[in-house]
Structure formats: structure tokens, C-alpha cells
């Protein structure tokens, strides 16, 4: 049997809204994954004694979170779906959008992860990983010429950060540290942080990159600790004053901060 429909607390779901749940539950329940077809449209009311409408709302509240997938035609129906890690970032995005989060935000976030990440992968990870890793360094191995490839390295040296956080066992971090590296991204973008050619912050960064790599590689977790950690608050540093160099190169004409 489904679970039950709960009505106790009408003010904070809709009907549709505790169907949708109640099929999700339904759906964990019985453990079934990704293209397992659901029951037909009347199996649905008759299960969860609920008006055509509100089953079809239901299904269209599934639908707009990912987790179900409507096909038409022969052997179509509803069907349970994965949410790709490209929506829920996407998704999980467009909250922040509004949140006007700050490099001391990110940063906070970044130094208390990133490390225990790197701790967790020294020795485990294969050649061919390590240099996947060195691979994405070449991207920015020679100081940026201009704007545009200032821009580019930021974005690269971001994803050298994001592959590793690919290479975990563990799907929360590794989806946590892939979102906070896209949303720094964005951050540098938007803001033009990379206007401004920092010499200090791409020789540093690829500096404790390289000993991060050589220390994931020689299988020594304190170090690739202790390296990644100061690498964050190094980052840090330097972001925030990137951010603050050109704030003020971009302030208009007589304001005072």
C-alpha cells in the first residue's frame, strides 16, 4: 500500500503537493530506480483516493523536480527519473541568485572541505587520475596576457578543484565542492574579478596545486591537508582583495566607501 496521504497541516502543502510526496515515498519505499515505470493514471486515484486533477497536478510537481519523466506513445507513461548533478546545481543556483553571496562566503565554505577532501584521496587516487589533475594545471601554466585569458584561467584553475572533488567516494562532498567551485566561477565572472591581471594569485595557486598533487600522489594525507588548507586561506586573501582592488577602480568619480 502507498503511504497515507497526510491533511494535518494543509497551510503548508496543497493537496497536489502531498500526493507528490506521498509518491516519492512510495517510490523509496519500494525501491525502485531510475525507469521503473509508475502505476497508470487510475491505479493512482484509486490508490490514493484522489480526484483525476489533483493526481495529474501531482505528476506535473514531479515532473518540475526532476524525479519523473512523462513519455507518450507506445510503452509511454510515467516513469521514475535521476536528476542530473547539471540540474540540481542549476536548480539549487537559482536560489542563491538572489542570496548576493560573497567571496567570504564561498571561502568559508571552500577552507573547511576542500582540505579533508584532499586528505581523503592522498594515496588512493591512480595515475591516470593524478594526471588528469596536472593536465587541467597545463591550462594556465604561463601567466595570463590579458583580460580575457585571466578569465579563462580563473575558470580552469576552479575546475582543477572541481575534477578532484570528481574523484570522491562520497557524492555529497563531491556534489558540494563541484557547486561551490561553480558558483566561485560565476561569482568571477559576473563580477569581473579577473579584470585586474593578478600575478600573485595564479603563480601561488598553481604553486600549491603542484605540491598537492605531488603529496596525493606520494599517498601523504597530513600534507595534502595542510597544503590544500592554506591554499584556501591564501585564496582567500587574495580574492578578497581582488574584489576590493576593483571595487574601488570601478567607483564613480567622487564616491567614498
Known sequence: MPP???RSSPERLSRPQQVAEAIKSWVMANGWGPGHRLPSEMDLIERFSMAK???RE?????????????RTGPGGGV??????????????????????LTIDDVYQ??????????????????????????DVMTCYAEPARSAQEEREQHIASLR????LAEMSGNPLLRFLIRFIANML?????????YAQPNQELWSSGLDYQSRLVAALRKGDSAAARAILAEHMHNAHRLMRLQETVL????????KII
Do not use: C, M, W
Not at 116 to 132: I, V, Y
Not at 160 to 163: D, E, I, N, V
Not at 185 to 193: C, P
Open 58 to 70: 501531482a505528476i506535473r510537481i514531479l515532473e518540475a523536480q526532476g524525479l519523473v519523466k512523462s
Open 79 to 100: 516513469f521514475v527519473h535521476q536528476v542530473s548533478e547539471e540540474r540540481a546545481t542549476a536548480l539549487l543556483g537559482n536560489y542563491f541568485y538572489f542570496q548576493n
Open 247 to 254: 571595487t574601488q577602480r570601478f567607483l564613480p568619480e567622487g
Open 109 to 134: 565554505i571552500r577552507t573547511v572541505l576542500e582540505p579533508e577532501l584532499a586528505a581523503s584521496l592522498a594515496g588512493r587516487l591512480s595515475e591516470a587520475q593524478l594526471r588528469a589533475l596536472e
Open 53 to 55: 486533477g489533483t493526481i
Open 4 to 6: 497515507a496521504i497526510t
Open 160 to 163: 582543477f578543484h572541481a575534477l
Open 185 to 193: 566561477a560565476d561569482i568571477t565572472v559576473s563580477r569581473k574579478l
